[in-house]
């Protein structure tokens, strides 16, 4: 079949691949380049965790809205302007964490998704000549103190329950395994299931150039919709025509939500908009990439220099970004590593993660025309789980039995 794969980024390259290697024509749509800077794939935290499955609402979370509302500089915060637009997803998202059952719930239907990534990741960028990107050495999470872990014990717990194994490292165990780490750490957990990739940019635009070396055509335009006779798909639109096809993924990131309207579902997908800082030459090089506790960030080393990166911002697609919350990183990376130079030189970003308010995502048959397969709202998960998202994708256009049971991503939950 000719399946048009609506986006450029990790989900989409990846399920390009995986559609080719079925023996299907791929015609990929983005109006971007794969792994340029305008898309998420580029500029998040590089990690593959599959100990990630604890979504981001929680109980008693309605307590802090003030808090995020008045806080521009905080891990999370909302902007008042974009407040009215956000209740509905807000509510809903308050709603999806209010008891530890549905948190658990969340948890059971992600861990499939992440599970193994790193070595998913690995096989397919071994596939695609990339194979340098993708390591596997565990990631580090570091408190000041053991209380501070404890403190989460329930999420901890939770990843326990999920199958999430790590070694616990008393202060001179942490300081002998990352010297370049601040000593007032002094408890960490070593995660030895999680990766990384590298450079996520170049790993993207590498999958897709692979893509196309499989006969792949990139077309840089932006679909606007499709043309759906009785339910059945003729072809997707762009604004520079249309391309007649079979099938579609709808793999466009935050900006899905107007196509997967058009295919008959209306879902609630907001973008949190996230924020990285890259320090050249930092004159440190840590063992491991580093999540402090009390930081809310990813410390990684990439070819480009020191990478942190986080935050959350809910302020919608067109506002500007506010680099303030750039420097809070930056500034942020002297009270993990105090042997960074003086001086630094320091490159910022900002790029919009594709978020639905219970922290699945949508992956599935549309619901107005089955020729067209949701496949977008990762939230922070994106990158670790694109590997099996794709495998799942292909499976679905292709009509065989996934090895994945799609139905916690169905749009139908909304």
Not at 132 to 144: D, K, R
Not at 222 to 229: D, K, L, P, V, W
Request: hydrophobic share 40%; glycine share 10%.
């Amino acid at each position: 079949m000719h399946v048009v794969v609506v986006g450029a980024g990790v989900i989409g390259a990846a399920t390009a691949v995986e559609l080719l290697r079925d023996g299907h024509r791929v015609t990929i749509v983005d109006p971007g380049e794969a792994g340029g800077t305008q898309a998420a794939s580029y500029g998040n935290s590089t990690l593959l965790n599959p100990s990630s499955v604890i979504p981001m609402s929680s109980p008693g979370l309605w307590r802090k809205v003030p808090g995020y509302l008045m806080d521009p500089l905080g891990p999370l915060t909302i902007r008042w302007s974009y407040l009215p637009p956000l209740l509905p997803w807000m509510w809903r998202f308050l709603r999806a964490g209010a008891t530890e059952a549905r948190v658990a719930a969340t948890a059971r239907a992600l861990r499939p998704l992440l599970l193994n990534a790193p070595e998913r990741h690995s096989r397919l960028a071994t596939e695609a000549g990339l194979a340098n990107l993708i390591t596997q050495q565990g990631v580090l999470f570091a408190f000041p103190k053991r209380a501070d872990f404890e403190a989460e014990a329930r999420s901890w717990q939770l990843r326990r329950e999920m199958g999430v194994q790590w070694l616990e490292l008393p202060e001179d165990e942490l300081r002998q395994r990352e010297p370049a780490l601040d000593r007032r750490y002094t408890f960490g957990l070593l995660v030895e299931e999680n990766g990384q990739c590298r450079d996520p940019g170049a790993y993207v635009k590498g999958l897709a150039s692979y893509a196309g070396g499989l006969g792949a055509v990139h077309h840089h335009v932006r679909a606007t919709g499709f043309s759906i006779e009785a339910r059945r798909l003729r072809a997707v639109r762009t604004a520079l025509g249309d391309i007649a096809c079979e099938k579609a993924v709808i793999a466009a990131g935050a900006w899905s939500k107007v196509l997967a309207k058009e295919a008959g579902d209306r879902v609630p997908l907001e973008t949190e908009r996230g924020y990285h800082v890259v320090i050249e030459n930092p004159g440190i090089e840590p063992r491991y990439p580093v999540m402090p506790s009390d930081g809310k960030m990813g410390c990684v080393m990439t070819p480009q220099g020191l990478r942190l990166a986080g935050q959350v911002e809910l302020a919608g697609l067109a506002a500007e970004p506010n680099w303030r919350r750039a420097d809070v990183l930056r500034d942020f990376a002297r009270h993990v590593f105090p042997g960074l130079p003086t001086e630094m030189r320091v490159h910022t970003w900002m790029g919009h993660r594709p978020s639905t308010p219970d922290g699945l995502p949508c992956i599935g048959l549309a619901s107005g025309c089955p020729d067209v397969v949701h496949a977008f709202g990762h939230g922070h998960v994106g990158l670790t789980a694109g590997a099996a998202t794709a495998r799942l994708v292909a499976d679905l256009v292709s009509g065989e039995r996934p090895e994945i049971d799609p139905t916690p991503y169905s749009v139908t939950r909304f």
